[in-house]
T-cell receptor, first 117, second 114 residues
Framework: GAVVSQHPSWVICKSGTSVKIECRSL??????MFWYRQFPKQSLMLMAT?????????EQGVEKDKFLINHASLTLSTLTVTSAHPEDSSFYIC?????????????FGQGTRLTVV | GNSVTQMEGPVTLSEEAFLTINCTYT??????LFWYVQYPGEGLQLLLK?????DKGSNKGFEATYRKETTSFHLEKGSVQVSDSAVYFC?????????????FGQGTELSVKP
């Protein structure tokens, strides 16, 4: 299947700083990327959907000014957690798919473990 | 609205036992249905999928059949291995597509003992 690479796989940052997570589709053009957050032993919560060249669409309850999403190219989307706090510590997962072919599934990155201290 | 409900875990089985993880959904129309697997510390991998009623998805010995009449997509495997230990997520993609976003169940942890 297609490959989606997320970087970094884990990061520790100080409270109040910002951290950027990258999501790349390595062998296909991702017209749409999704960012999820996963709490321990829980399901994935969709945070936002981004289409290349457009502003991201955020799910209800997700602060767009805190979780900045950029999808500047067909192979790269970034999630920046601004002014991080310990409660932002979580596992963040991106997924990507192309809408140029009907009924394709989304492919997931390996996730980023964020710890805010 | 759209939702997915899975049986609660953890599920603990002995090697070569039969596995069933129940999944039911609520959706308008005919969503696409998926099973994903997550190994510790990793992202999700697509295990199998079905896009219309009565379709059977299968992969690596796992199977699931799209049952419209019972709104279910139960995951089964005839003989589990220790390497199958992971968290399994049932998911649906609404028929309206909504950009392709997925709605996940809460996940079911499977632990297979030798």
């Amino acid at each position: 299947g297609a490959v989606v690479s997320q970087h970094p796989s884990w990061v520790i940052c100080k409270s109040g700083t910002s951290v950027k997570i990258e999501c790349r589709s390595l062998d296909f053009q991702a017209t749409t990327m999704f960012w999820y957050r996963q709490f321990p032993k829980q399901s994935l919560m969709l945070m936002a959907t981004s289409n290349e060249g457009s502003k991201a669409t955020y799910e209800q309850g997700v602060e767009k000014d805190k979780f900045l999403i950029n999808h500047a190219s067909l192979t790269l989307s970034t999630l920046t957690v601004t002014s991080a706090h310990p409660e932002d510590s979580s596992f963040y997962i991106c997924s990507a798919r192309t809408q140029r072919v009907l009924n394709t599934e989304a492919f997931f990155g390996q996730g980023t473990r964020l710890t805010v201290v | 609205g759209n939702s997915v409900t899975q049986m609660e875990g953890p599920v603990t089985l002995s090697e070569e036992a039969f596995l069933t993880i129940n999944c039911t959904y609520t959706a308008t129309g005919y969503p696409s249905l998926f099973w994903y697997v997550q190994y510790p510390g990793e992202g999700l991998q697509l295990l199998l999928k079905a896009t219309k009623a009565d379709d059977k998805g299968s992969n690596k010995g796992f199977e699931a059949t799209y049952r419209k009449e019972t709104t279910s997509f139960h995951l089964e495997k005839g003989s589990v291995q220790v390497s199958d230990s992971a968290v399994y997520f049932c998911a649906l993609r609404p028929p309206s597509n909504q950009g392709g976003k997925l709605i996940f169940g809460q996940g079911t942890e499977l632990s297979v003992k030798p």
